[in-house]
Each structure stands twice: as structure tokens, then as C-alpha cells.
């Protein structure tokens, strides 16, 4: 008797396959643009192939004849990080190739030491026409590359801060201005983590995802409980509770446009107002600015 397997184990099987065809194609067609000579290879008399022979990459790579002929022909499985970093580098892959390649293969790349951390011009153009509501540019890890005015008063300017500590994440677990003022903080706090652990499942092996945890963990003991609890959820639009101050109560929607599919990918993160009350006190936020700056 067959059991017929279910339809999400199908699914993701037939994804899986649809990677490795991909993955398979992708090198073969980097194979055949590199010529011998450009990896100090001597060229020969009989050479019929395009480019570089399988045993010329696995040479160049440090990678069995046998296992990089299955990753070409789709029969490996599962390839790690450290095989598809010497292909890269055999293969002279630029950093968008390297970064196709290592998506292709769902595996972090561990060379990925570092990344631009300023906002595009277009990103905080955007980012300011969004005045009078706080808005800033953020990384994948909740990094604030850029933010308004209007974020600045009424969360605090993160540019006054060292630039490891302008993270949402490390302010809402460490800031005590945004431990007081935000009234839902303590929900907030769980539902980024689980965001944060949904999102590092994508980048493992990358130093600056595990060197913002393990900062975390040491830091607070509330941090490493939370973590410790596995949960992951989704990006989603949500309500958040701030106390002004000096204008009382705002209640704000967080809304999340990502400018860029590729990685490192930048959104734009809007606090729009969810009620009446809370534009008209944004709007006197920007009324007060606009008179101590006439001041």
C-alpha cells in the first residue's frame, strides 16, 4: 500500500529541486565564462569546453571531482557554506554572483563581514517627505541607518547614539526611555525577538547577525530568556502605545516598505497615526519644533 506524502512535504520538496536545477545551472554557466588563463591555468591544445572543466574548478576549489559534479548535475543535496565560498572565489564571482549563489543554496555566507550602513539618498528623501510622522531606514536587523525629525522627538535622536547602539532592538531591551514611554514595551520586546529569530534563520553564518545576538545575550538576562523560548513570527503591521512627554498618549501603526529585494536589503519604517488624537499631537509635535527653530 503507498502512502502519499503531504502536500506541504511535496511543496517543499519540489522546491528544493527547483533550487538545485537552478543552482546547477548558475555554476555551470560561471564555469563556462572563466577562461584558464584567468586563474593561471594553462590553456592546452585539445581543450573543448568553454571556459574551465569540473576538475579544473574542483582543483581550484579544494573540492572532490565527484561531489562538484553532483552540485552540476543537482544531485547534492546540500552543500555548505565553506564549498560554495572556495567555488565563488575559484569561479572570480563578484559580490552579487556570490550572494546569487548562496541564496540559491539557502546557506549564509560567511564572508559577510560587513555592509554599507548609510541610507541611500533616495531612502532618506522618502524617509523625510513622510514628516509630520516618524519614519526612519532600517537594515534587516533592525539597524536605524537614518531617521527624521519627528522620530527624533518623539522617540529620541538614535543619531546621538554610538552606532552599535542605534538598534531597535538593543533600545527596546536596554533604553530606559523606551522601557518607560512605550506602555506595550514588554510585547513589543517578545514580538521582535521572534522577528529577529525568523529572520537570522537566512543569515547563520553572517558575523554581524551573530555578533548583534551574542551582544544581546550578555547583556540582558530578559534578552536571553526570550530567546531561549524559540518563537518566530512574521512582519506585520501593528499598533504601538507611546507616551509623550509633552503632547500625552500617541498611538501608532508601524508600516514597513522594503526598498530592495536583494541583500543587504534597506526599508523604510513609517509610525503612522492610528487615530485622530494621536496626527493631532504628531502635528503639534511638528508645530513645536517649527517655533523653537524660529526661536
Known amino acids: 500500500m503507498t502512502i502519499a506524502a503531504p502536500e506541504h512535504d511535496i511543496h517543499d520538496l519540489t522546491e528544493h529541486h527547483v533550487r538545485r536545477r537552478e543552482l546547477a545551472a548558475f555554476l555551470r554557466s560561471r564555469r563556462e565564462r572563466v577562461t584558464p588563463e584567468q586563474v593561471g591555468l594553462p590553456r592546452g591544445t585539445r581543450r573543448r569546453t568553454p571556459g574551465l572543466r569540473r576538475e579544473e574548478v574542483a582543483q581550484l576549489s579544494a573540492v572532490g571531482i565527484t561531489w562538484y559534479t553532483w552540485i552540476e548535475q543537482a544531485r547534492a543535496a546540500h552543500v555548505s557554506a565553506q564549498v560554495l565560498d572556495a567555488v565563488a572565489r575559484a569561479l572570480l564571482l563578484d559580490p552579487a554572483e556570490r550572494a546569487h549563489l548562496f541564496a ?32 526612519t531606514v532600517q537594515n534587516a536587523r533592525y539597524d536605524i541607518l537614518h531617521a527624521n525629525r519627528p522620530f527624533a522627538q518623539v522617540f529620541g535622536d538614535p543619531m546621538d547614539l554610538p552606532p552599535d547602539d542605534r538598534n531597535c532592538l538593543w533600545l527596546l531591551t536596554t533604553s530606559a526611555r523606551w522601557q518607560r514611554d512605550f506602555l506595550d514595551r514588554d510585547e513589543m520586546l517578545r514580538d521582535l525577538i521572534a522577528k529577529y529569530r525568523a529572520g537570522m534563520a537566512e543569515h547563520m553564518a553572517e558575523p554581524l547577525w551573530k555578533r548583534r545576538l551574542e551582544r544581546l545575550l550578555a547583556v540582558s538576562e530578559e534578552f536571553r530568556e526570550l530567546w531561549e523560548r524559540h518563537e518566530v513570527a512574521p512582519m506585520s503591521p501593528h499598533v504601538k502605545q507611546y507616551r509623550h512627554a509633552v503632547v500625552g498618549l500617541i498611538r501608532l501603526e508601524h508600516r514597513t516598505m522594503w526598498l530592495a529585494p536583494q541583500t543587504p536589503a534597506h526599508r523604510v519604517v513609517a509610525y503612522v497615526p492610528a487615530d485622530e488624537e494621536s496626527e493631532e499631537r504628531l502635528e503639534r509635535l511638528a508645530e513645536l519644533a517649527g517655533e523653537q527653530g524660529a526661536g
Do not use: F, H, N
Open 104 to 135: 540559491l543554496a539557502g546557506a549564509g555566507d560567511p564572508r559577510t563581514e560587513s555592509e554599507c550602513t548609510v541610507a541611500a539618498k533616495s531612502a532618506i528623501k522618502v524617509v523625510e517627505r513622510l514628516a509630520p510622522y516618524p519614519a
